[in-house]
């Protein structure tokens, strides 16, 4: 990879998530040469992509091109790269346009879906990490309504109306809301000819309550707001397999479904190199200390959804979304920037600024560190705090025309099947790895 | 196809363009019941296409639900598909969902790219006819300088960062004042470590003029201002080859590119059963009475694009674009009613609004009937007219404010690789017929 050397240290980030671009951001007019590569050549902001998928909003109202967060700061290169391997012995990695050496490794890689090695769901079930899956969720929800017109047969025109979704943490409970409002707002005028109050949507946990990282009380609420909506709830229900046609239970419930939504788990996007079993912990994460520093390993680190960092108050490692890896972002990067100027890094704590989830219009659910609040408050303050963490104000401007449109009006104007969906692609796009 | 049979004449129109849709909105709230096929859910305002190659608009502004478009109309129906044949003798038509009986038949399946019989060239350009299509080019134009930043091979850069247009009708123009603008406005910023002076953009005329459907004042003034922002205009040059490295011409003139894109001709999308040599005239357009009825054919009418209607103002039949279309589905439409009400039909004249191209901001040309104009004002002209004809409210409120946005900061945010294109795509693309 022909770039150039200098007499600054180089610093390479694998990663143009929340964690990788909030550090880049730290390192700027610093006395460093920074890389970084991503297998995109945008920011994805992921929290909204189940709005893309209900045609909400398109691709780049959430993705930032991140030549552009990178253009002012002088010193700095991205590459559009998939990294293959870490050589940590030779200071190097791999990738499918070459090799690189660095002085300092950042490994921001983030998350990807977790299937529990189930191959079965893997193959015939949707996912929603990135962009391209998310218009591909979109093409086929609109896709399904389009072919049960052509349907005489009652049970193949259900299952086609029927979506289930496998796991109720935000990205599971906020899609089935959207889903609700479609099912409510839009499907009926959209398909006159079709008798939209067969389509379900059902919501899969296997744990006893929805939002389980969220407060009681949110959980709670969460399900109320959801089963206002219509959509059916299932607690304490482990889905044990899909095979494109019936999902299956630990129960003797199953769903006859033409779309299985995985939205059960992730696990760290791992590369070759650095995924060694001594490194990791549950769930492909890697073990850092309170420096972010890759234990074992001089000069690599790991910062956001991939780092497993221990605190008193995180003994089983951080929340696995954008506040964390922003905040350990922010401090790797001026840890860096102590540690060129010869002074000692200093250990990382994660400030829980809380967490919120949204489950349709004036419905939300917030937990603050200090209180808590649910309903159209909650959901206000949802929104604000979502146009603030967008990059780039364009973006915030045609988010909120839109959310204003979509709240007027009920309606969502992307529901366009742009690119048609195959159902062949699904084995393939599980398969590309989440960098 | 199960459309429910009722006493109302069934009228089916194959296509969603301007032409069928004007046609459609027409026959809201008749004695009819009406069908309307197409192969995307979706209303293409084809004359931004170019904006959406350069990433200056996402498609979701310039595409338009059809089923949102006749959701407010009884007895109307979209259906999803391919109709692959039509067989007027037994007033059928046969799709890829099934066949169906019609009483009127409306063919407005519009154009698509038309090669002249150059397989090679076919294979390995890019076009620009469909959203999918512009989708391809973003990505690709973006992949190019990714690739051409890998390159230490002086020629393969240049041919990465070298754009040959063909064709200088209104798209070739506005798509070369478009590469220019980025040129200038974001690539050096984007790709500081390459030489973008490098970069050329070609546009290749075979007659002696770019914008030849135009005044001959428009024409020079659209040189004019193409030449100041850089690009390089051909005139008389014909091209007679592409391998996918190097375009040929009839002189001694060649281009090394990676990047060839065919906006030189356009040919009516006929389908089968109605495309004999008697029906066709040149380009395969389908010869039409002042009725728009097809020559021949009970009950079978073309509009838009694929029709050739002659006119004494018109001897070579209608220009290929969106007035002549909206005007014919417009006029259809009344026909269509006078004949269920036992009225004689009226025999159509086309009522030239005039025309219009955009080169660049502040960069346009505006021929009206009366008096011609180019410059700001004409650039603020084009504005308006395109702003009105978009469909939707809210099509109109995103598309304004990224235009006001990539105004003022000289920007398009929409330079986002969200699905990477891959050459061998460009043949099956070209395959897709343009219904």
Not at 76 to 103: C, H, M, Q, W
Not at 136 to 141: A, C, D, K, P, T
Not at 317 to 332: D, F, R, S, T, V
Request: with cysteine; charged share 25%; hydrophobic share 45%.
């Amino acid at each position: 990879m022909n770039i150039p050397l200098t007499s600054h240290p180089r610093v390479v980030i694998i990663g143009g998530g929340f964690a990788g671009l909030s550090l880049a951001k730290k390192l700027a007019r610093q006395e460093l040469q920074v890389v970084l590569l991503d297998r995109h050549n945008y920011h994805t902001f992921q929290p909204l992509l189940y709005q893309v998928s209900t045609g909400g909003l398109e691709p780049d109202s959430i993705a930032y091109p991140i030549r552009k967060v990178l253009k002012d700061f002088p010193n700095f290169f991205f590459r559009l790269a998939n990294v293959e391997t870490i050589e940590p012995e030779a200071k190097t990695i791999l990738t499918d346009i070459g090799s690189l050496k660095y002085d300092h490794l950042v490994i921001a890689t983030g998350s990807k879906t977790n299937f529990f090695g189930n191959a079965s769901i893997k193959a015939n079930s949707m996912v929603m990490k990135t962009i391209p899956q998310s218009l591909n969720l979109r093409s086929l929800i609109l896709q399904n309504f389009e072919q049960a017109l052509l349907k005489s047969d009652l049970n193949e025109r259900n299952a086609l109306m029927n979506f289930v979704i496998v796991g109720a943490g935000p990205t599971g409970v906020e899609l089935a809301g959207a889903l609700a409002e479609i099912k409510k707002g839009i499907l009926p005028k959209d398909y006159p000819d079709l008798d939209i109050r067969q389509m379900q949507i059902n919501l899969v946990q296997a744990s006893d309550r929805v939002l389980p990282a969220m407060s009681e009380v949110s959980s709670r609420k969460a399900e109320i707001f959801l089963e206002r909506l219509g959509v059916d709830v299932w607690k304490d229900v482990r889905v044990t397999n899909y095979d494109g046609e019936t999902v299956t239970t630990e129960t003797d419930l199953c769903f006859k479904t033409a779309t299985l939504i995985w939205t059960a788990g992730v696990e760290g996007a791992t590369i070759k190199g650095v995924d060694s079993k001594e490194l990791l912990v549950k769930g492909n994460r890697i073990r850092v200390d309170r420096f972010n520093q890759v234990e074992g390993l001089e000069n690599i680190y790991a910062i956001g959804d991939i780092a497993w960092m221990e605190e008193e108050k995180f003994p089983h490692g951080h929340p696995m979304m954008a506040q964390p890896a922003i905040q350990q972002g922010k401090h790797l990067g001026e840890n860096l920037i102590r540690l060129t100027n010869g002074k000692k890094m200093k250990p990382f704590s994660y400030h829980d600024k809380g967490s919120m989830a949204t489950v349709g219009r004036n419905k939300a659910v917030v937990d603050l560190p200090r209180f808590r609040f649910q309903g159209v408050f909650a959901w206000f303050v949802w929104m604000f705090v979502h146009l603030f963490f967008l990059i780039g104000f364009r973006n915030r401007v045609v988010v909120f025309i839109n959310w204003v449109y979509n709240y007027i009006r009920f309606d969502r104007e992307a529901r366009l099947i742009i690119r048609p969906y195959k159902k062949k692609e699904v084995a393939e796009a599980a398969e590309v790895k989440n960098v």
